[in-house]
């Protein structure tokens, strides 16, 4: 069993699913707006045996359950600007059950949605780390009192730019032994031909609004990188050796979505 802390829009739905494919299909979903609830559940789960392979959501690091905290733990992180731009994209489509009442897509005020107290967009990565509420204020050192608790917790640490160097290193510090298969974006329900309009002076907003988040990317980015030191050569290198790996032993259905993921290799 092992935990995953989804911090929103950084990759954790395609994520999931590559968790599945290592651990099992069994996911409990842990939601941070029914918190007490969810671990309720969880807790009476764990306690008749429910066998349970990954534990995920959008949660804190710590709920109160010794033998979840316990747990192995991975997360990814990304650019406060890129998720926050991804966030309010999916806000603006009518997406986020959570948002759309408080914010609908008519009439969409990107700045209000950016300087809200909402949880999915005020410093979500180090308020799940840290397990501070909305309402608590937070300055840069708080980003760095959140790098030091994934760094104390030996939380294994993803970055989203850098997806694929994050399960190469996945794979090898958890002993994974099958490929990964990078899914194609999901645009169904995307709508066609549009586009929020974002502009420069909601870039701003993000730089003083997400001081925390941001400080905690810097160091956690800086600290892969030191960890991961992969060039785009070495990094398809190795993503060609666990294609060959996974075409010995699995199913040829499967192995031509690897090679999809080789083909669109950034």
Known sequence: MIRFLHIPKTAGTSFVRVLQQQYGPK???????????????????????????????????????????????????????????????????????????????????????????????????TRSILGLKVSEPLDSEAGSVAFERLLERDLRIGITEKYDESLINFGKICGWRRAFIKEKKNVARRHVGRKMKWVAEHDEVVWETQVADRVLYELASAHFSEQVPLSGVQRRGKLRALLAFFNYFYSRAFSSQANHMIRNER
């Open 27 to 125: 996911v409990f979903t842990l939601r941070n707006t029914h918190l007490s609830g969810d671990v309720n559940c969880l807790r009476e789960r764990l306690e008749i045996g429910e066998r349970i392979n990954v534990i995920s959501g959008h949660a804190p690091l710590d709920i109160g359950l010794p033998q979840v905290d316990e747990l192995e733990c991975i997360l990814f992180l990304r650019n406060p600007l890129r998720r926050l731009r991804s966030m309010c994209q999916h806000v603006w489509e009518g997406k986020s059950g959570n948002l759309i009442w408080r914010y609908p897509p008519e009439g969409f005020d990107i700045k209000k949605l950016l300087r809200s107290n909402e949880w999915e967009i005020n410093n979500t990565a």
